[in-house]
């Protein structure tokens, strides 16, 4: 596949650092809301400019967050609470997956802002997408573009990220 610059950057937040601030801030919203996490310290859509601590740190506190939140959440329980506004409960398995989706969603667009290849997989956005599906629409321009047509060509992967209004072509 050929990449190309088409148009913003896909998660048009700000920097690198700033998408891995919002991206980590909504791990721990996510864990707050589903466990005993706290929230972060921060808006996640108004990250500040730099971490406070290394891009490690901040990544492993969040997963940690999120890994212990979700540990205690059986999956066969009903609803769960989330830090969605327009979607205040879903059930267990549709939560842990749309809060997956935000993580690859994000890991996504700061793989491609900086060069890097794709971490979604066709297996991993066929797994996400059902969650997609059941949370975007509410949150349709304010946490997501609207979408872009599907092109014959493509996987699961383009397809999710054209359904959540980022370009699977763009390129830094």
Same mark, same amino acid.
């Given at each position: 596949?050929?990449? *190309? @610059?088409?148009?913003?950057?896909? #998660?048009?937040?700000? %920097? !690198?650092?700033?998408? +891995?601030?919002?991206?980590?801030? &909504? =791990?721990?919203?996510?864990?707050?809301? !589903?466990?005993?996490?706290? +929230?972060?310290?921060?808006?996640?859509?108004?990250?500040?400019? *730099?971490?406070?601590?290394?891009?490690?740190?901040? !990544?492993?506190?969040?997963?940690?967050? $999120?890994?212990? $939140?979700?540990?205690?959440? &059986?999956?066969?329980?009903? @609803?769960?609470? %989330?830090?969605?506004?327009?979607?205040?409960? /879903?059930? #267990?398995?549709?939560?842990?997956? $749309?809060?997956? +989706?935000?993580?690859?969603?994000?890991?996504?667009? !700061?793989?491609?802002?900086?060069? =890097?290849? @794709?971490?979604?997989? &066709?297996?991993?956005?066929?797994? +996400?997408?059902?969650?997609? *599906?059941?949370?975007?629409?509410?949150? *349709?321009?304010?946490?997501?573009?609207?979408? /872009?047509?599907?092109?014959?060509?493509?996987?699961?992967?383009?397809?999710? /990220?054209?359904?959540?209004?980022? &370009?699977?072509?763009?390129?830094?």
């Amino acid at each position: 596949m050929t990449t *190309r @610059s088409t148009g913003p950057p896909p #998660a048009p937040t700000g %920097t !690198v650092a700033q998408v +891995l601030l919002h991206a980590a801030g &909504d =791990q721990h919203a996510w864990a707050s809301f !589903v466990g005993a996490g706290s +929230l972060p310290t921060y808006n996640p859509f108004d990250p500040p400019a *730099r971490p406070e601590g290394t891009v490690t740190e901040l !990544v492993d506190a969040a997963v940690a967050a $999120a890994t212990a $939140a979700w540990d205690q959440v &059986d999956p066969a329980s009903g @609803s769960v609470p %989330t830090p969605l506004p327009p979607v205040p409960t /879903l059930p #267990a398995e549709v939560a842990a997956a $749309a809060c997956a +989706l935000d993580a690859a969603i994000h890991a996504w667009d !700061v793989a491609v802002a900086t060069g =890097q290849p @794709s971490p979604l997989s &066709d297996e991993l956005a066929a797994a +996400l997408d059902p969650a997609a *599906r059941a949370v975007v629409e509410p949150l *349709r321009g304010f946490a997501y573009a609207a979408p /872009l047509a599907t092109e014959a060509t493509d996987g699961a992967a383009a397809a999710l /990220l054209r359904y959540l209004g980022r &370009d699977p072509e763009w390129a830094a």
